[in-house]
């Protein structure tokens, strides 16, 4: 059966840039792993298509010959297109010190790319809060194990610091997968952040709207505002116009490298009535004829 393109495994296009190709590989693989119900050939034929276009060498010999560039084409022939030498044309070597010619050349290198420690990504998603004050998780991977020919199943705990964002990568020293001389590569793991149902985050900032009505925005008002801390009442001005924002300093995330934090800032949103009853409605006009006799 013959070997799909590395391109198509991934879902690319030959003109991929490096993050394209991590973030296709990134998503294959947590798609097709074994643990969330992948098919294990799938999951490996995506880490070796990850293994050839995530490395910038391999990739532009993958680009100029294929599958060919890797073949171990004993008996003759060049494995990376072409007849006579793979290491130019008309260059001349003597391979009988490497023990089985050609082939053993490529048998070195194969053995060389086994022994190599992997690293290993695995995506989690936390709440908003547990972003906020930081938590400690604890998953079970099945990790590859190259020594023992064998996948074994590890329970991680992942202490995630306070403040980590949405995106942002936690590394896990010695916890990827082992090669064949009992070396282990790192763990990589990707946080995604749940959205709040009122707060959002803008750096250091957080971030939340409120709705009051034109008499509250125009009189002032106290309204109860949910932050970081828990429920804290707040004063909203009086003649607050659509969009206003008011600051709560010191009310949001630590900043990083200082010992400041973050504010927490209040985007006033003002709701005209679309319905209103007639005593309403006469005082609506008193205060209208009000304000022309005022102005004029």
Do not use: C
Not at 256 to 264: K, S
Not at 265 to 291: D, F, G
């Amino acid at each position: 059966m013959s070997k799909r393109d590395y391109y198509e495994v991934l879902g690319l296009s030959k003109g991929a840039t490096e993050e394209e190709i991590k973030k296709a590989f990134r998503k294959q693989a947590i798609k097709h792993h074994p643990d969330k119900g992948g098919n294990e050939d799938d999951f490996k034929e995506i880490n070796e298509a990850y293994e050839v276009l995530g490395n910038p060498q391999k990739r532009q010999a993958y680009d100029q010959f294929g599958h060919a560039a890797g073949a171990d084409q004993a008996g003759g022939g060049n494995p990376f297109g072409g007849g006579g030498s793979p290491f130019g044309d008309g260059a001349q070597f003597d391979f009988s010190g490497f023990g089985g010619g050609m082939g053993g050349i490529f048998d070195m290198f194969f053995r060389g790319a086994q022994n190599q420690t992997r690293d290993v990504e695995i995506a989690i998603t936390i709440d908003f809060m547990e972003a906020v004050q930081g938590a400690t998780k604890e998953i079970s991977l099945r990790i590859a194990d190259n020594q023992s020919g064998n996948r074994k199943q590890e329970n991680v705990k992942i202490k995630i610091p306070a403040g980590i964002d949405d995106g942002q990568s936690i590394k896990l020293e010695g916890k990827g997968e082992v090669n064949s001389q009992g070396q282990r590569g790192d763990l990589y793991v990707l946080v995604r952040v749940r959205p709040h149902k009122s707060l959002r985050r803008d750096g250091a900032n957080i971030i939340s709207e409120i709705t009051v009505d034109m008499a509250d925005a125009a009189l002032g008002v106290e309204v109860d505002i949910e932050t970081l801390k828990g429920m804290l009442t707040v004063k909203i001005p009086s003649g607050s116009q659509p969009g206003r924002v008011v600051k709560l300093s010191d009310k949001g995330l630590p900043i990083l490298g200082t010992n400041r934090l973050g504010d927490h800032l209040i985007i006033i949103n003002v709701v005209v009535p679309n319905k209103l009853n007639s005593k309403q409605k006469l005082a609506l006009e008193q205060y209208r004829n009000s304000t022309k006799r005022h102005l004029w």
